[in-house]
């Protein structure tokens, strides 16, 4: 893989091959959650990290989300298949019309986990995971809308995109199959081509979309990014209040006039209980508490395998002046965020723990975790506790596979 001028040292104002000639401060201001964009050679002279039949073997391990599209499956039109697959899965399919999707590719395979490197730009909380999929000529999952913000990186073969406009949340889509495709697709002749290796296009929540493949080796690697609902976030918010919440905080109507009608829900008994709520969610520092928490879950929590006894922390130690160094789990997320001059709240895996922010910045950042973090306060102590849970790992036991 060529090197390219999007890696993090790039100033903000520098134009980057990767977002094609705009810098990242352009990209935000004017494209990133507005609009597409093409980018012909964003990565020049690409060369895949894996093959397909790699990515089928992927498909075919345990604990490895992966789904099978067919267009016209033995069950009926676009079923939809869930992993783990098997050869005899695979030597049953046509030569054309379906498509493998594995996702959180860059938890196994560190060459598809260094592209993250590439879009330092963004907050890193914000990742989803890399999805990578593969699709004969005609492959693809129809026509249909994300509700995140997505780089579409061609890996290798060809890929037809089209796009039509934004949709609203209620455009019908078809009924009695698994997959969300839109009922009606007006392709914007604008937006309509065929991507090579190492073009990217990069596509905002609501946009309509179809993508189908148009060679034999077609692989698409999709860098998604997560945003949380409405809904989920509400939901989310409450429920880490509620857990922290004295049951003597109620509604209350002392000094309440005489009600009228002893029956009425009046609109001062609404005016108290909408105070009550609101006051009660109108936390800055319990809202940045949960969000650094919920920002940081891990997408597969079964990924982190904690220590099954407390490590000793002067062996851990030990172990780092000796020259060894820790790396964070794959799948681990890492956000800090100040709370005063010289203390950080650092994030890590749906969890906090307040801390010098020196200790913070250097852990939630891509640096090594060698024995010279050792010198900062508490380092020791927070490194051992993020040891044990699994969130960092000696490199022999991260899970990578050097043959992938």
């Given amino acids: 893989m060529s090197d390219t001028t999007s890696d993090a040292t790039s100033s903000n104002d520098t134009p980057m091959t990767l977002l094609g000639g705009l810098s990242a401060e352009e990209f935000l201001r004017d494209v ?3 609009k597409p964009l093409l980018i012909r050679g964003a990565f020049a002279d690409f060369e895949s990290p894996l093959s397909p039949d790699e990515l089928a073997g992927l498909a075919c391990e345990d604990n490895i989300e992966a789904r099978l599209v067919e267009e016209q499956g033995p069950e009926g039109p676009w079923q939809v298949s869930h992993g783990p697959f098997d050869d005899a899965t695979f030597a049953r399919l046509p030569e054309q019309d379906w498509t493998l999707l594995v996702q959180a590719v860059d938890h196994y395979v560190p060459e598809v986990a260094a592209l993250l490197e590439h879009f330092s730009f963004l907050p890193r909380w914000r990742l989803d995971d890399i999805m990578i999929s ?21 890996a290798s073969g060809q890929r037809h995109w089209q796009l039509g406009g934004k949709v609203p949340d209620d455009a019908p889509i078809i009924t009695g199959i ?42 698409t690697i999709s860098v998604g990014f997560r945003a949380p609902s409405a809904d989920e976030a509400i939901t989310s918010y409450s429920d880490y209040l509620g857990e ?55 997408k597969y ?3 982190l395998v904690p220590s099954e006894t407390p490590t000793d922390v002067d062996e851990l130690v030990a172990a780092l002046q000796d020259g060894d160094e820790l790396e964070r789990a794959p799948g681990s997320r890492f956000a800090w965020r100040a709370r005063s001059s010289d203390r950080a709240s650092l994030f890590v895996d749906g969890d906090g723990v307040l801390c010098d922010i ?32 699994g969130s960092l790992v ?6 990578y596979d050097d043959d992938e």
């Avoid at 004969?136 to 995140?148: A, E, K, L």
């Avoid at 009606?184 to 937006?191: A, C, E, K, R, S």
């Avoid at 913070?360 to 010198?375: F, K, N, P, Q, V």
Wanted: include cysteine; charge should be negative; aromatic fraction near 8%.
């Fill in 134 to 154: 593969y699709a004969p000529p005609g492959g693809s999952v129809g026509p249909h809308v994300d509700q995140y913000d997505v780089f579409l990186l061609q």
């Fill in 244 to 298: 922290q919440m004295p049951s003597s905080l109620r509604y209350s109507d002392a000094g309440m006039p005489l009600p009228r009608d002893p029956a009425e829900l009046d609109d001062g008994a609404l005016e108290r209980m909408r105070s009550l709520i609101l006051d009660t969610l109108d936390d800055p520092e319990q809202m940045a508490q949960w969000f650094g928490r919920v920002m940081t879950q891990p």
């Fill in 32 to 34: 990133w959650q507005r």
């Fill in 301 to 303: 929590v079964d990924q």
């Fill in 394 to 399: 000696w490199p022999d036991d991260e899970g």
């Fill in 178 to 219: 698994d997959l969300r495709i839109l009922e009606t697709f007006d392709v914007n002749p604008q937006h309509d081509w065929v991507l090579e290796p190492g073009d990217m296009l990069y596509l905002p929540p609501g946009w309509s979309h179809n993508g189908v493949s148009q060679s034999d080796d077609c692989m």
């Fill in 358 to 389: 020196r200790l913070a910045r250097a852990l939630a950042s891509t640096d090594a975790i060698d024995a010279e973090l050792l010198e900062l306060p508490g380092a020791a102590e927070v490194i051992t506790q993020l040891f044990d849970t």
